[in-house]
């Protein structure tokens, strides 16, 4: 299947990319160089690391954009287990890597892959190409809302088993804005997410370490060299930042005092050396991003294109929005890295994918 | 198929940019309304202090030779509430230290987290409570002053308490000596590892520098060195002379100063009894004051020389002027009287020379009342009497001199042979140089130079000429007079065979406590002298408080500074000056 007519891609959306890319760089110069000296000797360890990943990154780019979109609409399903399967092989013991805790990797050898950065894009696939069918069923639960969840809680499930509580919230987070603009009956929404609120109540019962994180959420100083170390010291690197920040390459939190500071708490750091104006540009960029996804999507030629286009700027934005939501203590501290600018193997080179095919999608116009 | 340009499409985004903008907010108040807290939580985790301990400078005397110098010891503390059993910590810990075992338990038994249960211990002490191995048992490094020559100078030195110096120079210089408490504020990661960037702040203030990355880094807060003029062998020769004369007299204590009359440097300063400053917590205070510039006396007859100098100066008197003195004076309500008898037949035509070598009250009284209140006054402030000398030692006294406009009638006679004032001996060895070295006045000094602790010197103590009193023709007649009081007056006992010397006695009543009258049977022995008389290098001034055995400054005094003397003929190399022998 061929469109009939190709224009060029949505260039500005590339350009608000290679901004956000950009600083990546920088913050990485900035936040990395400490740990690699003294973990591998080695200042430049990880920015070259980070290299490899931006010519495999700009590879699927490049694939991404070359690729027509509708080829994936084909094999919705296929992709969709494969995911799955990738998934599931984290959790074997000689293949899955544990690393804090939560088994989220595989062993390849020359690296560790995160399989949810793959599975996330076959599950916007998956998303895009049952809303696009099931356009007329919508408002039939056990026919359109039903399955799809259903088929979701797989993927689901295996992530709560990692523990992969973040990559959970964004997927539903993504999930329900889909299901919201393909007109769900607001009863059902509503259905759905009282249901949801039980399952975490019972959660909550269940485990009680995750009323002490929330506990902690909300009330931070009351342990701040215990559980709560990690969100006070974010608070102090953004905090100590000022207006204009130390200036690049100034901080002093990320002198391990900071844990994680290059990757999923760099926004703290960003905060910290570039200030809030800084925060703010960045926030500018991801805001930018949203509207050229949305505006990408308003224009697509097919229904599907339109929920895929939306879809993958949904993981991409809500992505960002939830790391810095934690790092700013909005939310609760959850595991998931900040795109385009942590360090960060899959989800960077993911991330760099999902642009290619959203450019893909510009260039046939409805 | 779905509108795509919906109401829930919009409200999606408006809901984004909404959280966008709540972030930007929530960013402003982090960064921007509460910077401050947050700048301070920051610096406060990131600085690190490092504490630098300080070595105490030495004290050498005018050869190098060290006389004070700090040790490497190490102090012994617990941290109770890491002790398991107090009783068996308690039992083990005092066997060792060599404590009483019930007082440590006592100490021990408590939640403070910080005892000190030995300090300043040495190095074998040391080792056998390391090898205990208890918990809440430490060690830390700690510096121990030594006196490696035990009491020598301990009057002039002083004493160096747990936490400073107590007394003498070490308490006169104890911020030279002890360096910087110092403190270097780096910033650094949770290891303590400085950050690249970060920055450095020295609290301080630092003696030593090396090169940087950037710039002069303090290296060292180390104290300086302190160079005295006390010559060791001299030192010891008068603390020797001192004690024996001391205890030959059955006295009480006693002062010996030898001076440069040139150069005013203090040669040696003892006095008797002495203190070990190694134990000095042994001694009475008491004992370890110096009194050479603390305690005063009334000098008696050795004031004399002042009054003839004054006299001589103003042309009241030459050498040979010819005064009648009669045996007793009246003056006003009083009757001056002399403490011998004279032997019958005797003249009473006696010189301006005779009146000091036979030491004549009488005489002396008729010259000052010639020369007047005021005129006498101004030579004794000339001569640095009832001023302190400035010398660089704690506790220095200023001596009592009266302004005449507080004199009675009878006090300017009463003074002429020294009642009714009262000096250091520093003050006596200072004015006595003023003779010996041509009519100058020279600050006393105790202190030649100040080094850092690498040995470059920081600050030297010249020389300091305060004013000429008399001229060089007065100064050489007192001298010849003093000569003639050694050769055949109430000197003799301090003649050398060879050597010229020059001085004068003095016996002084001591005043009795609340200045009413003069205790009988109490005296103050002294006797000044100038070394060799032809050409002085050096001024010997020695007083003896309360001899029993005898009370004459020419038989208790006079043999110490004799003594002395000989020491000096070696230290000095003097060659015998004086050939004609009686």
């Given at each position: 299947m061929k469109s009939p007519k190709l224009t060029s891609p949505d260039w500005s959306l590339g350009i608000v990319v290679l901004f956000l890319m950009v600083i990546g760089m920088i913050m990485m110069f900035s936040t990395t160089s400490v740990t690699g000296l003294s973990q591998y000797g080695d200042a430049y360890y990880f920015v070259k690391k980070h290299g490899i990943f931006l010519l495999v990154g700009l590879g699927l780019f490049v694939l991404g954009i070359r690729i027509p979109h509708q080829v994936y609409k084909e094999y919705a399903f296929q992709g969709f287990f494969f995911g799955v399967f990738l998934l599931l092989l984290t959790l074997f013991p000689v293949l899955g890597v544990k690393v804090g805790g939560a088994q989220r990797w595989l062993n390849l050898g020359a690296f560790y892959l995160q399989p949810v950065e793959i599975m996330k894009f076959f599950i916007a696939v998956f998303l895009s190409v049952s809303l696009a069918n099931k356009q007329t069923e919508i408002k039939d639960f056990m026919k359109s809302v039903g399955p799809i969840l259903l088929m979701l809680m797989v993927p689901i499930m295996i992530l709560a088993k990692q523990p992969d509580l973040g990559n959970i919230i964004l997927i539903l987070l993504v999930t329900f804005s889909l299901l919201f603009l393909a007109e769900t009956p607001l009863s059902h929404m509503f259905a759905l997410l009282s249901s949801g609120l039980v399952l975490i109540a019972t959660s909550i019962m269940l485990y009680p370490y995750q009323l002490r994180r929330i506990k902690s959420f909300l009330d931070p100083w009351k342990d701040p060299l215990g559980q709560n170390y990690h969100i006070i010291q974010s608070f102090i690197a953004i905090g100590s930042g000022g207006f204009l920040g130390h200036g690049i390459g100034q901080s002093k939190l990320k002198y391990f005092y900071l844990p994680l500071h290059y990757s999923d708490f760099v926004f703290s750091i960003l905060c910290e050396e570039g200030g809030w104006i800084f925060a703010v540009i960045v926030l500018g960029l991801f805001g930018a991003l949203l509207y050229r996804g949305c505006f990408i999507a308003v224009k697509a030629p097919t229904q599907y294109a339109y929920f895929l286009a939306l879809a993958i700027t949904f993981f991409l934005v809500f992505q960002a929005l939830l790391n810095i939501g934690v790092v700013i203590g909005v939310?609760?501290?959850?595991g998931i890295p900040l795109t385009f600018i942590s360090y960060g193997g899959s989800s960077y080179v993911m991330s760099l994918f999902l642009v290619g095919v959203l450019l893909n999608i510009s260039r046939s116009r409805a | 198929m779905t509108k795509r340009l919906s109401p829930r499409f919009f409200i999606i985004l408006l809901t984004c940019y909404l959280v966008v903008g709540l972030f930007a907010v929530r960013l402003f108040y982090l960064q921007v309304l509460r910077h401050d807290f947050f700048v301070q939580k920051s610096e406060r985790q990131v600085q690190k202090i490092i504490k630098i301990q300080s070595h105490r400078g030495v004290i050498y005397d005018r050869n190098k030779r060290p006389l004070a110098l700090s040790k490497k010891a190490y102090s012994i503390y617990a941290v109770p509430p890491k002790i398991e059993d107090a009783k068996q910590f308690a039992k083990a810990v005092s066997s060792v230290l060599k404590l009483p075992k019930g007082k440590m338990f006592k100490s021990i038994n408590t939640s403070y987290p910080f005892v000190w249960l030995r300090r300043k211990v040495d190095r074998e002490m040391m080792e056998a409570v390391t090898e205990l191995e208890l918990e809440g048992l430490h060690v830390i490094n700690e510096e121990k002053r030594v006196y490696p020559k035990v009491s020598l100078g301990g009057d002039v030195l002083g004493f160096v308490g747990m936490d400073g110096g107590l007394g003498g120079l070490e308490y006169q210089y104890d911020t030279f000596l002890k360096g910087s408490s110092a403190k270097i504020i780096v910033e650094g990661d949770p290891r303590g590892y400085p950050i690249i960037s970060g920055s450095r702040d020295v609290q301080g203030t630092p003696t030593g520098f090396r090169l940087g990355i950037k710039r002069f880094e303090p290296m060292s807060f180390d104290g300086g060195h302190v160079y005295v003029t006390l010559d060791e062998r001299i030192q010891y020769a008068a603390e020797k002379a001192l004690r024996e004369g001391v205890e030959r007299m059955e006295a009480q204590s006693g002062v010996a100063i030898v001076m440069d009359p040139h150069s005013g440097e203090i040669l040696a300063m003892a006095d008797y009894p002495q203190f070990d400053p190694n134990r000095f917590y042994k001694a009475k205070d008491k004992v370890r004051k110096n009194s050479a510039v603390v305690d005063v006396f009334e000098p008696g007859s050795v004031f004399k020389v002042f009054l003839m100098a004054s006299a001589l100066e103003e042309g009241i008197?030459?050498?040979?002027t010819v005064i009648r003195v009669p045996e007793e004076l009246q003056l006003f309500n009083r009757t001056i009287s002399e403490a011998h008898r004279r032997k019958p037949g005797e003249s009473d035509r006696k010189t301006a020379t005779d009146i000091l070598v036979e030491s004549l009250n009488v005489g002396t009284t008729m010259i000052a009342t010639q020369l007047g209140e005021a005129k006498y006054y101004k030579y004794l402030r000339g001569f640095g009497f009832g001023q302190r000398t400035g010398i660089a030692l704690p506790g220095e006294s200023q001596g009592l001199l009266r302004h005449p406009r507080d004199w009675s009638a009878v006090d300017i006679g009463m003074m002429s042979f020294g009642q009714g004032v009262a000096v250091t001996t520093l003050q006596l060895a200072t004015a006595v140089s003023v003779v010996a070295n041509g009519g100058m006045l020279v600050r006393p000094r105790i202190v030649q130079y100040l080094t850092d602790h690498e040995s470059v010197t920081v600050k030297a103590t010249p020389k300091t000429s305060v004013r000429r009193v008399i001229s060089e023709k007065t100064a050489r007649q007192v001298r010849e007079m003093m000569g003639d009081v050694v050769t055949h007056g109430t000197g003799t006992p301090a003649r050398i065979r060879g050597y010229s010397l020059g001085g004068k006695t003095g016996t002084a009543q001591k005043a009795a406590p609340g200045g009413l009258g003069y205790l009988k049977n109490d005296y103050v022995a002294s006797f000044i002298s100038v070394f060799p008389l032809h050409d002085p290098q050096v001024v010997i001034v020695v007083a003896i408080d309360t001899p029993r055995k005898s009370i004459w400054g020419s038989t208790v005094a006079a043999p110490v500074v004799r003594q002395i003397a000989k020491t000096i003929i070696e230290t000095h190399n003097i060659p015998p000056d004086e050939l004609r022998l009686p």
């Open positions: 939310f609760p501290v959850t | 008197v030459t050498p040979g």
